[in-house]
């Protein structure tokens, strides 16, 4: 039997038309356009401000974007895998209900979170439900509604975050694209400095913690910036190591959009050219778990098959990592599915029955 493999074969995506400029924030606390950009390289944030509508929303877009653009049928799903810091409830997982709004009826759900590399577990997990043999067409997606969690007072991180969603389809292959592997490490040690300090059942929330406004997320940025140089760049060589690639193997590095100063780090050490890395953090901000496949979804056309993508994450716990993904089709041409043939069949023979029967 030939070795199966797990191919990302369309993207989706969602970005709210709202949009917090620096402009904006300068009206809102004590900061500025020159200090936001030198520090962080960010000019505008999409923005879900329609407060009955959370994650799900951003994350159901994506989905039917991807679905209509692709002719996907919802029915053939068999499994969606959510990322996602900022879900609609505790409880139940928030999966559940994209799969409810996109009309998924016949997939499993669940929701994992490992702060911004989320997606990148996410994309790892669903591969490997792909390469078990048990299932052949699976939906990952990443959505967040950072602005619920930011907190607007806070001038040091009040410009990082936006809103937005983005989902990948993972099918069956025997063909060499697809996950071809993935690095994950974590180190504990620093969960006091990225942190939101309550609300979980380790601080449960009370008129005090509200008062002392530790729903937000708390960020010590200094710390943060020097680890997550150390940990997307060391796993990135990792990866590239294990996997016998070189810089000139290279087509993408598409990094966690957090900081461009991060960013520009990263690809140094890599020794990829900036041309060759996908930066959109200076429209999109910081969409925590959502970043990669957003920046996915904006470059769908440029990819070809066969191209050789680097991704890249670090997020709160402190959690990291790096992917080794190889692209299946060129641009927005979606290569054709053994699943999408077995339903135009199965929709022929039913239009067939249904003709005979009005006979």
Sequence with gaps: ????????????????????????????????????????????????????????????????????????????????????????????????????????QNAFTFDMQSACPSFM??????????????????????????????????????PLFGDGAACVLLETTEQETGVMDAYFRTNGEFKNQLIMKAGGSANPPTHETVERREH????????????????????????????????????????????????????????????????NIQDCANTSSATIPICLWQWEKELKRGDVLILTSFGSGFTWGAMYVKWAYDGGKRPASTIDTCQTDREAAQEESSTCQTR
């Design 216 to 279: 937000f997320v708390y960020q010590e940025g200094a710390a943060v910036f020097k680890q997550a140089v150390l940990g997307m760049s060391s796993s990135c060589l990792e990866i590239m190591r294990r996997n016998a690639l070189s810089k000139d193997d290279v087509t993408w590095f598409i990094p966690h959009q957090a900081n461009l100063r991060i960013i520009d780090a990263v690809a140094r050490q890599m020794e990829v050219p900036k041309e060759h890395v996908m930066i």
């Design 121 to 158: 577990y996410a994309l790892e997990t669903g591969a490997n439900y792909i390469r078990s043999g048990r299932y052949k067409r699976l939906v990952v997606v990443a959505a967040e509604k950072m602005s619920a969690i930011v907190d607007y007072q806070d001038r040091a991180t009040a």
């Design 1 to 104: 039997m030939n070795k199966i493999n797990a191919a990302i074969t369309a993207v989706g995506g969602y970005l709210p038309p709202d949009l917090l400029t620096n402009a904006d924030l300068e009206k809102m606390v004590d900061t500025n356009d020159e200090w936001i950009t030198t520090r962080v390289g960010i000019k505008t944030r999409h923005i879900l401000k329609d407060p009955t509508k959370g994650s799900s929303y951003l994350a159901a877009r994506a989905l039917q974007d991807m679905f209509e653009r692709n002719h996907i049928d919802p029915l053939s799903i068999e499994g969606i895998i959510m990322a996602c810091v900022t879900p609609d409830y505790h409880f139940p997982s928030t999966a559940s209900v994209v799969a409810y709004e996109t009309g998924c």
